[in-house]
């Protein structure tokens, strides 16, 4: 299921360190089948899309990604080259995914409705305005809504199926407190005392996880708009499926991850801007 990307971000390494001891498999995957498993699922799109929440970074420092110009988006594409993102990604699945959950979400993803899903799930993700994304979605939202429509309790029953409403405010929460000190640390910003950071984000938390869900149900009307109420409730119950979970469980783990040690490299690489952008 398409998720919104990071807009305004259990902690990222003890996610994986969770990851990398419970699910652990017996019959670990090889790389070729992770790598199909990425093709089908679509997930390997969704790890491409990371490189455009890079404009979230400007605005947790209070600026705007136009007042860094072309050598801001140089420096993007090079920290969130796709190449890296996704050898990391498959380095880690490859130790990490079960190979009987892996062949569960194949089989489902390779499926003509899956392919159909994956298909609008990959527009999505790369949508580039993003904005009007958002209002479209909010707008079709609204009117599901209004007409008591029976596909807003499925997009509910499907974000709870692919991660808890805690761990993702927890996950978007550690992105950012990793992106601020890293800029701190690199001299971007003033320094930062974590403790007093981690506080903030605490205070703000439920407007954040009230916005994460209003995202995430706009996402879901915007991407699957054109899909039948039937067709919908099949991939509900697919997602609910306990093999289904572990798979989602893992992916947003790993796609956090990464977004995070991207987003702490970004930091450390603002401070190279030449002087005239005045940080």
Known sequence: MTRPVFRTFPLLAAIVALCLAVAAPVRGAERDQVEAFLSTTGFDVALESIKLSAEN?????????????????????????????????????????????????????????????????????????????????????????????????????????????DSSVRAVEEIQVRFLLAASAAGVVPPMDEDALRAVMADSRDDLRIELQANSMAGAAYTYRDFSYDDLLAYTEALEQPRMRRVYELLNAVQHEIMANRFEVLAARMADLAPQEDL
Request: aromatic share 6%.
């Open 57 to 165: 970074a400007p605005m947790m420092l209070g600026r705007e990604v136009s007042d860094f110009g072309t050598q801001w988006t140089r420096m993007a594409d090079e920290v969130f080259a796709t190449e890296a993102m996704h050898d990391t990604a498959v380095s880690i699945l490859t130790e990490t995914l079960d190979q009987e959950d892996l062949m569960h979400a194949v089989e489902f993803y390779a499926s003509e409705l899956g392919q159909r899903l994956v298909e609008v799930e990959n527009a999505s993700h790369m949508e580039a305005d993003r904005g009007a994304k958002l209002e479209s979605g909010q707008a079709l939202f609204s009117g599901l809504v209004a007409d008591g429509s029976p596909k807003v309790e499925l997009f509910q029953r499907m974000d709870a199926a692919i991660s808890s409403e």
